[in-house]
């Protein structure tokens, strides 16, 4: 599937409407966002509304790349435990960022009902699935650390799971009353327009084709104009094109592919999800599901979508039915898509001070919605001179490569696409 074609069911089932504002000519700002995602949209946000003189450069509409492409999951914190985080990056800002991620759904909520964003938000819980003993067991170390540091997540057990979902051969799972589900395309959109309704000048169809610095600003060149900052965010995440490739390095490209069904009625969503939780399972190539506003099923799992039909992720999907949801029943999968996501070597996502002005943050590795709003915040107010390098929840880094990385994006595909064709078998 091609990924300038956008036929997610978040795209064709939006209500909101995408006006194009292309660049032309010569504009000058004081700080220009790249990138119209959950993260470019918030730090845009927060930049208007201190008055910045600021502008937003999209290359195709707000939430075209993985935002819009996303599951719509509002999770707290990131896939690696706490503990794990506090290993990776030390317990001083460790602590800081479990603790900052731990809020960051608070932040989307308030956000959708400040600018009355509609987005269909659901804030039932999410639930983390064990499918086996193992997972189980990972599961309960999970909500211990989550817990111990002031969480209240709880764990269910095997009938309590499936009083929620119904969704056989499920052992147990964390119940995350933090989170929910939302229509993520049509938040994304949300956070623009609120950007712009501050005053922030937001262009889109407007890619970003080159960049550089020459006395003392930065000169960023679009097919049709050029826009003058003082200072840059790079907000691009996975769908970095034509500019500083080196941020590239610092992160291995995966793809997450969904399929989503036509409206079901209300006999059969009885037997899929009652309790209208998001959810995904603790397998190694995982499975997500939910439902939307107007009753469709939707699932997903690692791996890129080649072609439009998808026969080999369709067949999977009906056997997965047959053998998790089996009272569901057959169902028609009307909408097929995938999105890209920047998988930081860690799993803790990056921020690069490029120097001169310019910064940068990607690598959220598949937890884009709450982490990305709150991220784009916090190097807005950074940028701002609110707050110092030393307040933020990461240290600022040089860009690193992950190594051997064209290596790790052809295993994590080719161990998707494997699993799936024998899973379907």
């Given at each position: ?181 939302i229509q993520p395309l049509e938040y994304c959109h949300g956070l623009m327009k609120a950007a712009q309704n501050a005053g922030c000048k937001v ?129 028609n999968w009307t909408y097929k898509w995938s999105g890209r996501i920047a998988c930081s070597k860690s799993y803790i996502p990056n921020i690069h ?73």
């Amino acid at each position: 599937m091609s990924q300038q074609v956008n036929n997610t069911l978040w795209a064709l089932s939006r209500n909101s409407i995408f006006e194009s504002n292309i660049l032309k000519g010569e504009d000058r700002v004081d700080v220009a966002v790249i990138g119209g995602g959950f993260t470019g949209t918030s730090a845009a946000l927060r930049f208007a509304e201190a008055g910045s003189n600021v502008a937003l450069l999209e290359a195709e509409y707000s939430g075209f790349g993985g935002s819009g492409r996303n599951v719509g999951l509002t999770n707290a914190g990131l896939w690696i435990n706490p503990e794990d985080v506090e290993r990776s990056i030390g317990k001083r800002y460790g602590e800081r960022l479990n603790d900052f991620l731990s809020a960051a759904p608070d932040m989307v909520y308030d956000l959708i009902d400040e600018h009355n964003i509609e987005c269909d938000a659901v804030r039932n819980g999410t639930l983390h699935l064990a499918h086996s003993e193992a997972g189980l067991k990972a599961i309960e170390e999970r909500a211990w650390q989550i817990n111990a540091r002031g969480g209240s997540v709880m764990l269910l057990d095997k009938a309590e799971t499936y009083k929620l979902t119904t969704a056989e051969n499920y052992l147990g799972a964390i119940h995350d009353m933090r989170a929910g589900t939302i229509q993520p395309l049509e938040y994304c959109h949300g956070l623009m327009k609120a950007a712009q309704n501050a005053g922030c000048k937001v262009y889109t169809n407007t890619p970003a084709m080159s960049i550089r610095h020459k006395r003392g600003r930065w000169h960023i060149k679009t097919p049709k104009g050029i826009l003058i900052a003082e200072r840059v965010l790079m907000a691009t995440n996975a769908y970095l094109e034509h500019i500083l490739p080196l941020i590239k390095r610092s992160y291995t490209p995966m793809h997450y592919c969904q399929l989503a069904s036509d409206p079901l009625d209300d006999e059969k969503l009885k037997h899929f999800l009652p309790g209208k939780n998001g959810t995904w399972d603790t397998r190694t190539v995982m499975r997500s599901y939910r439902t939307d506003a107007d009753g469709r099923i939707i699932i997903g799992t690692i791996g890129n979508i080649f072609m439009d039909n998808a026969p080999i992720l369709t067949s999977w999907a009906n056997k997965m039915i047959r053998e998790t949801f089996p009272d569901v029943g057959p169902v028609n999968w009307t909408y097929k898509w995938s999105g890209r996501i920047a998988c930081s070597k860690s799993y803790i996502p990056n921020i690069h001070d490029l120097g001169r002005g310019i910064y940068s943050i990607s690598g959220f590795s598949g937890r884009g919605i709450a982490p990305g709003t709150a991220f784009g915040r916090a190097m807005a107010d950074f940028i701002l001179g609110r707050t110092n390098s030393r307040d933020m929840p990461l240290p600022f880094n040089t860009v690193k490569s992950v190594p051997f990385n064209k290596i790790r994006e052809i295993y994590y595909e080719t161990g998707s696409q494997l699993t799936r064709l024998f899973d379907h078998l």
